[in-house]
């Protein structure tokens, strides 16, 4: 018995020490105090964490990105131009909650189209949404109509606009990842990146105002608001806070050739017990986000255009019977840093089982994914390595041995020898008949004749 018992304590024991051995692939943890994170690779779109990304939530502010989106599509098509003075209205400037973000615009107010753009991602000015609203759409509520059809464009499937500006509103909510959607299509505008990474900027006297001074919400690149949050790499791009949404930021930072983007929601401010005052959270998680993304994640070749990756039978060729495939392109992306290329899965995908010649190199064959777990890292297409020429006799071998193989051919020639058999009983009996009919013409032609009688 105290052998068994023994015997039982060590296996116990070896299975307790299995259990604590570090697995394969284990990166450090991370846990973010948001209710909803994305964080992303900017070039392969990875997503590297994700936390309730597709929750809906209040996006407060962060609305405005759709909002430049949409004046920025609008110059594009020539409808407004950066130069164009615009004239705000008493009703885009009107009804705004007392505590609201403004650059202080007035009704008769006239500025340009780039000072707008301006005001509303740099100081986050609520009654500029409206003032764009008006001058493309002619109303809010066509421009909100607009919002929504173009969130729809884009993907969102959990996204509702009711206004320009992020004010609460129970029916305007969207998530993480629209908001990365939205983000993704308006980082294709070179003027969207570099009005959100602006520090300050200068409104000149107006009509109605003095020079203006405006400085970015975004304390991650200006510390103009407050100290200790500046992150070394971080671009714009658009911050966003209501007592509904808490605080909330979408952000990206650069750091040597890697591109990271973030998507934070409802974040709290906590108290500073160290310096005193309160500690923004939305700044401060980011910032430990973009840190865990650079140090855990890196980008790596996985694929070489020159490997050979699989053999794909060949038919009608009398010069080989299989290709070689090869990646499209030298393919890179990115991976746990603890993560061995080695330990990718590699599943090949052969567009068919087996090919027929003549093939061309470069020809499409199929594709590889890499993959570990139920994670898919890449999916690269597979070319033909060399061209492989068809046969001539081949080809026709196999047409004529395809062409009778047909079930239509097995009836059309079933029906052709019942036609050709029913022909040639038909004019045999039609001979015969002849024949037949021609000896007893004959006869009666000489039983008819009885020559002269004298």
């Known amino acids: 018995m105290k052998l068994r018992r023994i015997a039982a304590l060590f296996f116990a024991l070896a299975l307790a020490l299995v259990s604590l051995t570090v697995p394969a692939h284990a990166i450090e943890e991370i846990d973010i105090e948001a209710t909803a994170v994305l964080l992303l690779d900017g070039e392969s779109e990875a997503v590297l964490y994700e936390e309730n ?12 990105i759709m909002t430049a989106l949409l004046v920025l599509e609008a110059i594009e098509r020539g409808e407004l131009r950066f130069e164009q003075e615009i004239t705000a209205t008493a009703s885009a400037v009107s009804g705004l909650p007392a505590d609201a973000s403004t650059a202080g615009i007035q009704g008769g107010e006239v500025l340009t189209v780039e000072q707008l753009l301006y005001c509303l991602m740099v100081s986050s000015a609520n009654e500029v949404g409206n003032i764009f609203a008006e001058e493309i759409s002619g109303s809010v509520t066509a421009f ?25 509103d129970d029916n305007h909510y969207t998530t993480a990842w629209d908001l990365w959607l939205i983000t993704r299509e308006a980082l294709k505008n070179d003027t969207f990146m570099t009005v959100c990474n602006t520090k300050a900027y200068t409104i000149p006297a107006t009509n109605m105002s003095d020079a203006r001074e405006l400085h970015s919400t975004n304390l991650l690149i200006s510390n103009w608001r407050a100290l200790g949050y500046l992150y070394s790499g971080a671009q714009g791009i658009k911050t966003g806070t209501t007592d509904a949404a808490g605080h909330c930021l979408v952000s990206t930072a650069v750091r ?3 591109r990271l983007i973030s998507v934070v929601l409802g974040c709290e401010e906590m108290p500073d017990p160290i310096n005193g005052g309160t500690v923004s959270m939305s700044f401060t998680e980011t910032a430990r986000l973009f840190d865990w993304g650079f140090e855990n994640f890196s980008i790596r070749t996985v694929l070489t255009e020159n490997e050979v990756v699989a053999e794909v039978p060949v038919l009608l060729s009398q010069q080989t019977n299989c290709v070689t495939v090869h990646p499209a392109y030298d393919a890179t992306t990115v991976l746990p840093n603890d993560l061995e290329i080695e330990d990718l899965e590699r ?7 087996v090919v027929n010649a003549p093939i061309m190199a470069g020809d499409r064959l199929g594709e590889i994914t890499l993959s570990y777990g139920d994670t898919e890292y890449i999916t690269v297409p597979l070319l033909a390595m060399s061209d492989v020429a068809a046969s001539r006799f081949l080809i026709m071998k196999t047409a004529l041995i395809n062409f009778f193989s047909n079930r239509l051919v097995h009836i059309g020639l079933v029906i052709l020898a019942i036609l050709i058999v029913l022909i040639f009983l038909f004019g045999r009996r039609i001979m015969q008949r002849r024949r037949y009919g021609a000896k007893r013409n004959k006869r009666r032609r000489h039983r008819a004749y009885r020559g002269r009688r004298f």
């Open 53 to 64: 990304a597709h929750a809906r939530r209040y996006p407060a502010s962060t609305t405005k």
């Open 347 to 353: 599943t090949v995908k052969l567009d068919r089982e």
């Open 256 to 258: 040597a050739d890697r």
């Open 144 to 168: 909100v109509d607009e919002m929504n059809r173009r969130a729809e464009e884009l993907g969102c499937e959990d996204t509702h606009f009711v206004n320009t500006s992020g004010l609460p």
